[in-house]
């Protein structure tokens, strides 16, 4: 069964630190574009970070950048999402996706494997 299953979310004080995870089965994740997308009430979801399948090209939304890390482990088959000095407006469900295209995209359509999603509350 093909399936992205992520962890690590809850509740964190502004300043805090989460790690998220996603652990893929029925599938290699390195053979794959990943990416990270997150969405907030009311808002469109969005890439976070995203890492091309060869080449190891990334990509990090500027709102994230120097707080977010993208990292895979592809003996476990799973990737992750280090955040860190995490703000109220980073709260969001949190998702990851994987592609067969070689390049990674920021466009949510071009991901066709999808997680249920991991919850991300940030407030004191």
């Known amino acids: 069964q093909v399936q992205l299953v992520e962890s690590g979310g809850g509740l964190v004080q502004p300043g805090g630190s989460l790690r998220l995870s996603c652990a893929a089965s029925?599938?290699?994740?390195?053979?794959?574009?990943v990416g990270w997308f997150r969405q907030a009430p009311g808002k469109e979801r969005e890439a976070v970070t995203c890492?091309?399948?060869?080449?190891?090209?990334?990509y990090l939304a500027d709102s994230v950048k120097g707080r977010f890390t993208f990292s895979r482990d592809n003996a476990k088959n799973t990737v992750y999402l280090q955040m860190n000095i995490l703000k109220p407006e980073d709260t969001a469900v949190y998702y990851c996706a994987a592609s067969t295209r070689t390049y990674f995209s920021t466009q949510k359509e071009s991901y066709d494997k999808w997680g249920q999603g991991t919850q991300v509350t940030v407030s004191s």
């Open positions: 890492i091309s399948k060869d080449d190891g090209t990334t």
């Open positions: 029925g599938f290699t994740l390195a053979d794959h574009a």
